[in-house]
């Protein structure tokens, strides 16, 4: 049965998750990257991206197959990928900071009308899941959905996040349509926003988000969570991120900065149970690097008898195929949801593929502990063909 | 209630153990680097270092006080320590390579008699536990128990292992006196011998090993977890370990490196569930480096869509604390077992604390997966004043 | 003979200095640390510091040894430092946004008058060196020496480093007493100011400056110019600083943080000769790292047949006795040059000891090649009591 | 005027340099890291490859393009390359323990006439530099140029090291053909034996040598330096290689490591002064890096007043390129100095490209004053068209 995905923001992320589906649909590579590769009951071929959108006019109305060209130069594109087509989106001035051409609808038509056209896209190609991927925004915290519907109703264009228009036309979907599933894989607040998770419940929606847990900041939780494990004291931790893609071009905005950073920040206190100093932000932006950042870490922490040790992480990451890696589970999980009728925002998982992780009393919990609530909401759905590898509910009955 | 402890090898990591106890008894330094603190029903200051042997002529017939002089030169070492006193024990060449005027009972006596004297020092001061903390030294494997009674009785004092001799003295000591927890700390092999294993279970005594987890395999089973939880291929690993204490020493010879390395690159294969190409040893000795070893880590996978990622961790580390810390509650868990009449080896307890775990087909496992096994085998055994932070068990409950 | 120095902020380094010194001279530690050790022609017993001037509460009025005790709690301070009083100093609002109690002498009386009272305090212990080691600072470009004299005469205290009224004191001493040496060991623009050196020629002032080289940058010139003498072709260069000292905390500040940018990013072109993607910047504060900052640096360049290479590069350094250090150094040879009649700015002392090395026109090179050029200066003036182990001048001799 | 070279040993590092040679020649890439790129009287286009020699069944008779090839296979291999043809060499036994099918001309006739028959070959194609690039292998110290004379003529072929019968034909073919320069890039001693290099005068040959200054040792020499300039003690030194090419599975046998090592550590105690605990090695083999290394060093040291700082370094390096690149140039310079009726060896030619630098009272010095050395070495020569950047012979005179 296949699953149709529609993506918002056709970035490197997006252009990388669809090029790489096909790639490994065609048998080309193998699926690293992907946690659940051919253990779930969805298989990776059940995937299909059907529709996308953006707001940077050397996209719009492009083919995926076009856009792909651009990030991938010497790689040879799928041929599939030139029927899937780049609608124009919704930008609400997320991106005016940025080097980039933008039109989106409402420049064009009201709010109002841009959504139902959005909505009627989706429509079109029957999508089952929706991807957010557009540029890192900062999202005010919104108080109740009513608040929402009125701004879109006045045509309150500025300062609305463009997440929230997506969201609200997802709603629109759910309700005349039929469920979907609403990834949201950048830092705005949804699936920790508890006025938008009742109306997701009450709209047939999941929710899952927020914030794709790629980058540096899944390993330091469990990095934190196996020093809290020995009771060694952190004395301090440094954190340090730069890249050269345009998510860090974007992160140079202090307000968008200020999003990330809480997100980064919130995993100490969360694992270690105190708030051990820490510096864990993104730092910059050198062009060339690229989308494969440098991290660097440095921890310290207090041993048996008030010994001092350290640990030094240095590494060279691409974000992109990291994220891109894990939406490929977030789509089939989040389908699998879908069929057993389960709505509004799911911990369990949340809190193995986002990095804050919803609902708003979801705590950021190491990822090894979150795998392991995962494999068993998966096993109570009967999801997995088989365990991976071993986890402790397998453990536990073999070993003792 | 008191548990009574009796060291074997009263060498840095023994020394480390017996001050920072009781640094933390006097309330001088907090528990940092002992798992599970103040959650256990047995307390920290339950336990009494009672006895001590080993085979350096600077040590034996010195108190604990004496010799913890020697290592901590600028520390204040409590007076407690006067009052426990080092005899002589049995090396069996296990020490011959190295730049340590030895001396063992056997040298004064049959090698029975010296196992009867042994006996007779512990049995004196009641101990309940047995840690074993001689220089790393290679085991061939022993087929049976009946073998190990025969050499002994025939006074074959070479080539027999100064661990097994030491086990035989735990069993003797369980069959006439009363059943003991024997913590095998070093990579000799003990809990994953089944003939030992055996042995234990019918002379009542609990076998906690091998070689206890401290350094950076247990970190290093924790990153290779997080990236096979997310299918990331490993392309290759390199972990380089250098320091200055006896142990780096001792492992300058080929025959002691082997069995190390065998424990450290165990992991991979167990972890990963393929042979990932790896060099992962005690790779060399400088003496100024001292017990603070220096780790370097290089790490590099394949991600989605073909993207290659790279992790360097280098650690500065104190491995004599770090092991310390572990013993004061592998003690405790041990006791607990032995109230419970568990005898034999009990994996969820060698899992999380040794590098090795038996029984024989205990596999290396990522530590934070084996630390939720423990919560639940301490859960089940009452064991708990209360969950630390959060676990797969109590998460399950509250969040779905 | 005796070198009299006056030193400008009772910090960690200048405390540092003054301790250090103290222990070496009563040979309880080596002169780690200080590049000529015992080779100059002035012994390090030699200097003696004389007096300090400092605006924070907790230090004006107090000895050396008092304030001593505050940074090194548990060191034995040398009782020598209890004769050496930390006068009011000026501040005029370089302080303002940090948490320090700072009350200056012109909060007292006129700038003017600060200024005698200073020189007054100077010349009644005959200083021959002025240490600048105040908090980094941002000067606004002076046109004229003119310029200066006229703000303090109209007593316009604000937007006025403190640095230009020292340096004006500084003239006036050295106009009314006798010639001296001014360090400007900070960022402040005082050596590359032409004005300010012009005004030193005629004043008998020699300047060294600006902004003493220790941290990552000396290092990174270096590693540079390995890279350039192999016409490496650098992609990207990335460097880190974080630190917990009041340094650290000042940077925090942007304007103090552009200056200090500017001083680190000079480097790039000056020494590849193209100006390669850089950020370089101290990046944050954590308390609890101490004096001891953290720095992590990634490079990564093309080499022959377009292979790609990558070094990365992590510290841990004392940054205030690095520079300390370094001083009882510039001290000397700033002493040696005084007595040769040598005033303005003397590029070859300037280009090893400075980050910034002045006049205007001198560029940051890689100290090694400035060492070479330093040696020879000191050749020149008879300065070396011996070659240190070996430099071009003397292989070129030796070898062919 | 066209130089021309053959090459010894076809593997990656020559196959490295007549590839990128090439490149750069057709104007394909730039000359990044060959150090004097457009700078000296000899240009890059002058250099031309003429012959090769190896005892590889699958290298000998095959043409530079075919092995290209097989190194470089997504690379467009320039067509040039398939007129230069791989001859049978020499092995005597120095690849016994690779997995190489190996069979040299002494296979098939007697030493004396194998190395006639390399004379004739390098005669016919008028050679003017030869470079020595077979596997590292362990030379004994030759105490006079007439035994290794007997040794040849009595075929005594166990034991001999090629690199010896190389020479030997290099000293035959300077006697009877033409003066000719001899490049040693390897571990192997030359110009560090004082009988060759008197043979090499006597001869007409220039040595350069021994083993080519690429990987992590010139950069160990100018931290070392670094350090050693501002007199930091340094307290330990830790070096660890390890890669997946030829040379590193070579170096897994014992006596070719104790060559290697030995290069590498003489550094310490040359550029030092005092012989600082190290350990400095090949430590390892992971067939998967290929030809990138994997570098990772600490270095701890005592600064001022006693604080102690840490440096670690990691790197990904490629060391076949980085040694073809200063190839490049040793060629054009050795060249130069047989232009001018130079012979021997000379030591500012060799301290910066070689890590073991000829004659035998040579130090290892750092590599930023063995350039400044070069620089006046070539600027008496007339060598050079421009001084790069800057160096202290012109910064002397400019500056002051």
Known sequence: MVIRVGLIGQGFVATTLAVGLERIKRGEIPPYGVPFQDLLSYRINDIEIVISHDIDEEKVDKSLYEVAKKYFSTLDIPESLSTIRVCRGIHLSSVKDLPIRARGLEDFMSLERAIEKIVSDWEKVHVDVIINLITTEHTKPLTSFKELETKIHNNEVNNLPATYAYFYAAALYANTVKPLVFVNAIPAIVAKNTALVSKAIESRI??????????????????????????????????????????????????????????????????????????????????????????????????????????????????????????????????????????????????????????????????????????????????????????VYTLEKFEY
């Open 206 to 391: 999941l929710v899952v988000g927020d914030d794709g847990a790629s980058g540096a900041t899944p390993l330091t939780s469990d990095l934190l969570e196996h020093l809290a494990e020995r009771n060694r004291y952190v004395r301090s931790i440094v954190q340090f991120n730069i890249g050269g893609n345009m998510d860090f071009l974007s992160l140079m905005n202090p307000t968008r900065n200020i999003a990330k950073e809480t997100t980064k920040s919130s995993i100490v206190e969360d694992i270690l149970g105190y708030n051990a100093p820490h510096f864990i932000k993104p730092t910059g932006y050198v062009e060339t690097l690229g989308d494969k950042k440098f991290v660097s870490m440095h921890i310290e922490y207090i041993s048996f008898n008030e010994a001092i040790d350290e640990i030094v992480i240095n590494m060279r990451i691409n974000d992109s195929p990291a994220l891109a890696g894990l939406l490929v589970d977030v789509i089939r999980i989040g389908k699998i949801a879908l069929d057993n009728e389960e709505y509004g925002t799911i911990y369990p998982i949340n809190a193995f593929f986002m990095k804050n992780p919803g609902p708003r009393e979801g705590k950021s919990i190491s990822r090894i502990v979150a795998y392991q609530l995962l494999i068993d909401w998966l096993l109570k759905h009967r999801a997995l063909k088989k365990v991976p590898r071993y986890s």
